[in-house]
């Protein structure tokens, strides 16, 4: 297995820098990170070429996408594609979700579970379809606490049952902005368990982001033509 | 503890855990930090189950102690710790064994100075590594090869401004050389 971390933020949206989060990513046994900055905030993340020193992990440059509605997520999207290898949406907004999930051009809703919104069957067909994968997103079990936490535990059950049955492809992460937001591959897949995620799932979750990256880079010159 | 019957005593696991944080952290404040995060996480009858004890802390590595069967659930609660006194912090599980000895000579580095962060470095051509303390003559040598000091039950290898500069005239057998 080589995890990675899919969903970090680093400056100027993050706290810390590309760099230091590889290099922390690095002691807690990741083999690469995406930097997924929001497109909403100044672009591209400070400090790329620093990242790409630090020896034995691999830096990906991605984007999430902001979108208020469905067409302009669709053009983003669209728009995007071409420039990063690692296209992310912002979910959460249960219209978003959806749209997100039947855009082929996306390979990741990050945390679709923000707020009270999840992922309901009608999503669920559509991202198994179009093969895009979603976050299970950690943050709010490391940050919460009480009945914030007791709701958003409820809900990511009953949604990983859900993509259990629809064979839905899962990534985990923890949405990080800083170093001190990282947690260890063992760690996430611990709190994974609690949640009701079985190993085999856990370890197939952060070995995905790596089969992914590869396809993307391939360079397609239209569905299913790749130009040798 | 008191005597128990041998069948029925429980089996033990050791964490040790290195502790990443923004500034300093008191042991105090880390033991009522995993305390909250294991009854917010597991309630009280999950918090019996694990019997979770924190054995030891130093600043900056530790060690915990639980029950054999649930480390997993261990892993996941010292991971929920996102701050310790008011200061945003995270525990980084380094390994699990089953005893004391066992955790701190595999997981907890012996010597928290770095070869390559402390200046003073010394090379004798067998013995080299950095120095940890010195007082009057007396050096305290973190030595670069572990095995150094094996055998001898030490952290640190021994030795004197004499071993450094070779022969010299003060030289009177004290050991501050005065």
Same mark, same amino acid.
């Given at each position: ?27 807690? =046994? ?5 930097? /997924?900055?929001? /497109? ?8 790329? #070429? ?19 509605? $469905? ?30 999930? #039947? ?10 579970? $923000? =707020? ?12 198994? #379809?179009? $093969? ?13 606490? =009480? ?27 923890? =949405? ?27 370890? #197939? ?24 | ?16 855990? +290195? ?16 305390? %909250?995060? *294991? ?7 999950? %918090? ?24 997993? +659930? ?14 945003? %912090? ?13 955790? @701190?000579?595999?997981?907890?580095? *012996?010597?928290?100075? *770095? ?26 040598? &973190? ?5 150094? @000091? +094996? ?8 030795? @004197? ?13 004290? &050991?501050?050389?005065?």
């Amino acid at each position: 297995m080589r995890p990675f971390e899919p969903n970090l933020h680093s400056l100027p949206e993050g706290s810390a820098s590309a760099s230091r989060l590889a290099l922390a990513a690095k002691r807690l =046994g990741y083999a690469g990170i995406i930097i /997924t900055n929001h /497109t909403t905030t100044c672009g591209r993340p400070i400090g790329v #070429e620093a990242a790409r020193l630090v020896a034995g992990i691999e830096v990906v440059i991605g984007a999430e996408i902001v979108a208020s509605d $469905q067409r302009s997520l669709h053009s983003k999207a669209a728009s995007l594609r071409e420039r990063v290898d690692f296209l992310a949406v912002h979910g959460g907004d249960e219209k978003i979700n959806r749209a997100a999930c #039947e855009d082929p051009n996306v390979d990741l809703l990050a945390h679709p579970h $923000q =707020g009270r919104a999840g992922i309901g069957v009608a999503a669920a067909k559509a991202a198994q #379809e179009n $093969q895009v994968a979603m976050a299970l997103d950690l943050s709010p079990m490391i940050l919460l606490r =009480g009945p914030a936490r007791i709701r958003w535990m409820e809900t990511v059950r009953r949604d990983l049952d859900l993509f259990g049955k629809f064979d839905i492809p899962l990534m985990i992460t923890t =949405g990080g902005r800083s170093h001190l937001d990282l947690r260890s591959p063992r760690e996430l897949t611990a709190m994974a368990a609690l949640l009701g995620l079985d190993r085999d799932r856990a370890f #197939e979750a952060f070995s995905l982001p790596e089969s992914i990256l590869a396809l993307n880079r391939r360079r397609w010159t239209s569905v299913g033509v790749e130009l040798v | 503890m008191r005597s128990w019957l041998p069948v029925l005593r429980d089996r033990r696991r050791y964490i040790a855990f +290195e502790v990443e944080a923004e500034g300093r952290v008191r042991g105090g404040d880390l033991v009522a930090e995993i305390r %909250a995060a *294991q009854t917010s996480l597991f309630g009280d009858l999950g %918090a019996a189950k694990n019997r979770l004890r924190v054995i030891s802390f130093d600043g900056r590595f530790g060690l915990l102690r639980s029950t054999h069967t649930r480390t997993e +659930e261990c892993r996941a609660l010292l991971a929920t710790v996102n701050s310790v006194g008011g200061m945003r %912090a995270a525990i980084r599980v380094r390994g699990i064994s089953g005893s004391i000895k066992a955790a @701190t000579e595999k997981y907890i580095p *012996q010597s928290i100075l *770095q070869p390559d962060e402390n200046k003073r470095r010394v090379d004798l051509g067998p013995v080299s590594g950095s120095v940890v303390r010195v007082r009057g003559r007396e050096i305290d040598l &973190s030595p670069d090869d572990p095995k150094m @000091t +094996e055998g001898s039950g030490t952290r640190y290898v021994g030795l @004197t401004s004499f071993d450094l500069r070779g022969e010299d005239i003060d030289a009177d057998g004290t &050991s501050d050389g005065l």
